[in-house]
């Protein structure tokens, strides 16, 4: 039997399951959490998101530069990738003392860019990655993503913390 090939698709496909989940949880969250909690969160999902953005650029959208017909779209997700950067360092250094409307505000907006760049990724950007990779370039970012390790980092402390996790 031919070896399980790597999916660069589903893995990606994976990782974004995985930060939406974070966003929601804290968008769905009522006031029971504190904002030091509330911080923790989003500081786990900037290791995350972090994490994944930089393997996406060193791997996949530096591949698919090289097409034409992909290029304009990457350097769209390129930019998009540079706000919700941003979006992410504005959260640093706020603390117990922030308004938890305006952060709650500043997360809504994180988790609709997030949203938006996620779409056009697994949209647009997979249709004409599909067109342009082989078969074998694909495997390959696929097991360079898997092994460059970095996301998911924060899952385990996350599923730590979250003891009080109940089953629905
Ligand atoms: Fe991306
Ligand atoms: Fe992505």
Redesign the pocket.
């Known amino acids: 039997m031919p070896k399980r090939k790597t999916d660069i698709y589903k893995t990606?496909k994976e990782?974004?399951g995985k930060v939406k989940k974070m966003l929601k949880g804290i968008l769905s969250e009522k006031d029971g959490s504190g904002m030091e909690a509330l911080n923790g969160i989003i500081s786990d999902v900037k290791k995350e998101l972090e994490a994944?953005?930089g393997k996406?650029e060193k791997y996949f959208y530096s591949a698919l530069e090289e097409d034409d017909d992909a290029r304009k779209l990457i350097f769209e997700a390129y930019e998009e990738h540079n706000i919700v950067k941003n979006l992410l360092n504005n959260f640093d250094g706020t603390g117990a003392m922030e308004d938890r409307d305006q952060w709650m505000a500043r997360v809504k907006v994180l988790d609709d860019m997030v949203l938006h760049?996620?779409k056009e990724?697994e949209g647009e950007v997979f249709k004409e990655a599909k067109k342009f990779l082989e078969k074998d370039q694909e495997e390959r970012i696929g097991q360079e993503f898997e092994n460059d390790r970095g996301f998911g980092e924060t899952e385990k402390r996350s599923e730590e913390q979250s003891g009080r996790t109940e089953d629905k």
Do not use: T
């Open positions: 990606l990782e974004h994944h953005m996406e760049h996620i990724e």
